[in-house]
């Protein structure tokens, strides 16, 4: 028996549930099962009606078949929702029944429940405005658990180790085949040691194949409706012996879909309880009651015990409904029934107020209208619905009065003779929708304001014809004389149709993305009737999206650019001609300035190689002159003049050197045209033929490479000769040289050449300095220092780039990016 009825019930008199059935204003009903010969039920006979339930569905006779009744239109919608309580057990199924009449149709909201070897239907007329705010309240309340779902996943990591530690067995399943996604200890016992995580059930557990577990848990997956199981018999291999040893166990249970942040189903969650023990004392416990009934002669103590189950049952069915629901009796409306959603709503226990009157248990509610309104129905007779309502309520919980909204139907319950004696009270507390409501309007006149105290331009656009919901004051500057405001924008500017403005709008509305454009031109008329001219405007477009993350509209934000554009136009016109002979003037600098340092670098390094060696020779006269003056015997003339022999040998190499550099600087470019990569290696080959037969090394054109590139022969040659001939001079004393070569085009069709050796690789200062002039970066190989110079020269010359990469003692790897500048090679691989 409910908490709230828990003092009462012994006072009530015995008359009181013949009284209520026979004078209540909802259908009451009680049904035997049919079955037919497989033990199927097929039909419901009539036990018991009450007056009402024969007012809505028509008299019958006890003994008589549902569908002897009622026709089949009006016995189907029963009849279904007896059948799927019969296969619930215990528990409460609610339906709105749909009943065809002769005149029309009506909605009943009907309950059925297994009460002793029966059933029983409870069903009561609905309005369709209260299925229609039911309906609003239903979608409202999905809405807050989508808002809340997120919040849900970030704490679920914390509610996961609680649920480790809870005594309840509990899993979660993830997807249609019910994988185990986690599992805490008190469930894992179930089976020992037998891994669950990331299996099937039907894989982790295939003892429960033939009972009705893994169609529960489809049917709770399919449906997203909880499945709550009492005292259920399951089989489990527990000991992992195999079927033959399977144990009998019981278990209270819940089945609750889980759904995932767009409301869909992605796994179920499992709350679990062994109850094997109190089944089996119960089931003990019910075998000697049933002896004991067997000797008892008389059935009047039973027939009571099943009388008050019964009461006991409907006070269930009334405090355990979700909708608040109180009735009121007499011209002083004293509260004769309340359930606990009421009770939440008013802020009290229900228990507290039964038998007083309405306005002396809830004084707080005096004085706010409600009195004429429940007068209004006790003397009309009709039923009243307020929607929405303020009401200020003095909660015992908070201790503070507090405003709170509801809707509510007030119903009056009329005796035999027609007289209202009573109403019941039903609705529902919408506070928490009003208030979002109320706070997303406030929010709504604050953005409103801003957009039109906001000097920028800015529109907004609803729906799919782009209707100007708002225009702020700068926006409509841009139109002075157009009419925009709540017409689409085709209706207030129709010179943008064929124009990509729609296109665009269209764009952001259906894909959600936004749009930028700077300086786009449109041919609009600033005043209705007056000539198109060229507007330049800079605009965003941006979708607007409502409280379910719908797109609804778009926003406009744009600056009409018009005046700078002209004005640099014309500003571009007259520079036109200008900026011709700049452009000329600017290709003879750039030329001048790079020959300029060219020129300066190979003077300065000019002066710096023949410095060195000019220097020597002049020490070495001074020295000559010293030897001169001694004596014969004592002169060492000779090794001075080896010595300025070697200088003058020097001195002539570096001029030698410096006349290359400037040989090639002063060489015209050369023409550019399809070379054969393969054929410039083979070639390079052959001049290297002593150096690879003294080094033993080998040249290696990588197969997949590109076969062909443009450009100028000449300088491909000189580039993979000085590439080619480092890899060899400077390898590595422990191995044989290997150089190969391999190409391809890069993301920019650029033709890019690598070189790879196994030398004796540079250190990162090295790699610094190895593309200077007369950079020598190892003394015990012959050479000038300027090979590798005059390589990066005839990469850059063509707008290239070189680069190296290199480690010490496994070798280096010289790239050059090529540009291709008329037409793609052909690639080959």
Request: negative net charge; contains cysteine.
């Amino acid at each position: 028996m409910p908490a709230g009825f828990a003092n009462s019930a012994r006072s009530l008199p015995a008359s009181l549930l013949p009284a209520l059935l026979e004078n209540s204003l909802a259908g009451v009903g009680y049904f035997l099962p049919l079955t037919d010969e497989a033990g199927a039920v097929h039909d419901f006979t009539i036990d018991y009606l009450n007056p009402a339930a024969e007012r809505l569905l028509g008299p019958a006779t006890p003994g008589q078949g549902l569908r002897q009744w009622l026709p089949a239109n009006q016995a189907a919608g029963i009849l279904e929702l007896l059948q799927t309580a019969w296969f619930a057990g215990s528990q409460l199924v609610e339906r709105v029944v749909g009943l065809p009449l002769s005149g029309g149709s009506i909605s009943l909201r009907a309950t059925a429940q297994q009460v002793g070897e029966g059933m029983l239907l409870n069903c009561l007329p609905v309005s369709e405005a209260v299925l229609a705010a039911e309906q609003e309240a239903r979608q409202q309340s999905e809405a807050r658990e989508l808002a809340a779902y997120a919040e849900a996943n970030r704490q679920r990591e914390h509610l996961y180790n609680l649920l480790e530690q809870a005594p309840a067995m509990i899993c979660v399943f993830d997807g249609p085949d019910h994988v185990f996604q986690f599992v805490n200890p008190a469930y894992q016992a179930l089976v020992g040691a037998r891994p669950l995580v990331g299996l099937p059930i039907a894989v982790a557990m295939p003892e429960l194949k033939g009972q009705p577990i893994f169609a529960l848990l489809d049917q709770v997956y399919q449906t997203g409706e909880t499945f709550s199981a009492h005292e259920m018999l399951v089989q489990l291999d527990h000991a992992n012996e195999g079927p033959a040893d399977l144990e009998q166990r019981y278990y209270n249970f819940i089945y609750q879909a889980r759904r995932s942040q767009q409301g869909d189903i992605s796994g179920i969650y499992v709350f679990a309880y062994e109850v094997t023990a109190q089944v089996e004392a119960r089931q003990q416990i019910e075998r000697q009651n049933e002896l004991l009934e067997v000797r008892v002669a008389e059935g009047i103590r039973a027939a009571e015990a099943q009388r008050e189950a019964q009461q006991a049952d409907l006070r269930r069915i009334f405090e355990q409904t979700p909708v608040a629901i109180a009735i009121l009796r007499g011209p002083e409306l004293v509260i004769e029934l309340a359930n606990a959603a009421i009770g939440e709503i008013w802020g009290r226990p229900p228990a507290g107020t039964l038998g007083q009157p309405y306005f002396q248990a809830l004084p707080d509610t005096a004085g706010q209208g409600f009195e004429n309104i429940l007068a209004g129905v006790m003397r009309t007779g009709q039923p009243y619905s307020i929607n929405e309502a303020p009401v200020t309520l003095n909660r015992f919980h908070t201790g503070q009065p507090r405003q709170a909204y509801v809707d509510f139907t007030f119903q009056p319950l009329q005796n035999e003779a027609g007289h209202t004696t009573g109403l019941i009270a039903v609705g529902y507390e919408v506070t928490e929708q009003v208030a979002i409501r109320q706070q997303q309007q406030k929010q709504q006149n604050l953005l409103h304001s801003l957009f039109l105290e906001v000097p920028a331009p800015i529109a907004i656009l609803a729906g799919p014809t782009f209707t100007y919901q708002l225009v702020n004051p700068a926006y409509q500057l841009i139109f002075p004389g157009r009419s925009l405001l709540n017409r689409p924008v085709l209706e207030a500017l129709p010179e943008l149709a064929g124009t990509p403005v729609l296109a665009l709008l269209q764009q952001v509305y259906t894909t959600g993305e936004s749009h930028v454009a700077r300086e786009f031109p449109v041919q609009v008329a600033r005043t209705e009737g007056q000539p198109l001219e060229t507007v330049y405007f800079t605009f965003t477009y941006q979708a607007r999206r409502n409280e379910l993350d719908q797109i609804d509209g778009v926003l406009v934000f744009a600056y009409d650019e018009t005046e700078q554009v002209r004005a640099r136009l014309s500003m571009q016109a007259n520079q036109q001609q200008a900026q011709q002979l700049a452009d000329e003037l600017s290709n003879t600098n750039a030329q001048l300035t790079r020959a300029n340092a060219d020129l300066d670098t190979f003077v300065y390094m000019a002066s710096h190689d023949l410095k060195a060696p000019i220097t020597n020779i002049d020490g070495l006269l001074q020295a000559l002159r010293h030897e001169l003056t001694q004596p014969a015997a004592e002169a060492d003339t000779e090794t001075v003049l080896r010595l300025m022999q070697d200088s003058v040998q020097r001195f002539q190499r570096t001029i030698k050197y410096l006349t290359e550099v400037s040989r090639w600087q002063n060489v015209q470019d050369q023409p550019i045209t399809h070379v054969s990569l393969p054929e410039v290696v083979a070639d390079v080959c052959r001049d290297l033929a002593p150096l690879l037969a003294v080094t033993g090394g080998q040249v290696l054109l990588s197969p997949d490479s590109c076969t062909q590139l443009l450009f100028a022969e000449k300088h491909l040659r000189s580039l993979l000769y000085n590439l080619l001939s480092n890899g060899l001079k400077y390898r590595s004393p422990e191995r044989a040289p290997l150089v190969q070569v391999r190409c391809h085009f890069n993301q920019e069709q650029a033709f890019v050449l690598e070189v790879e050796d196994n030398g004796l690789g540079l250190t990162p200062e090295q790699q610094q300095r190895v593309f200077g002039m007369f950079q020598r970066l190892h003394d015990h190989v012959e050479g000038s220092g300027i090979g590798l110079y005059l390589a990066k020269q005839v990469v850059e010359k063509t707008g290239g780039q070189l680069s190296v990469a290199s480690k010490v003692g496994v070798g280096s790897i010289f790239r050059a990016v090529l540009p291709q500048p008329i037409v793609k090679a052909e690639r080959s691989h």
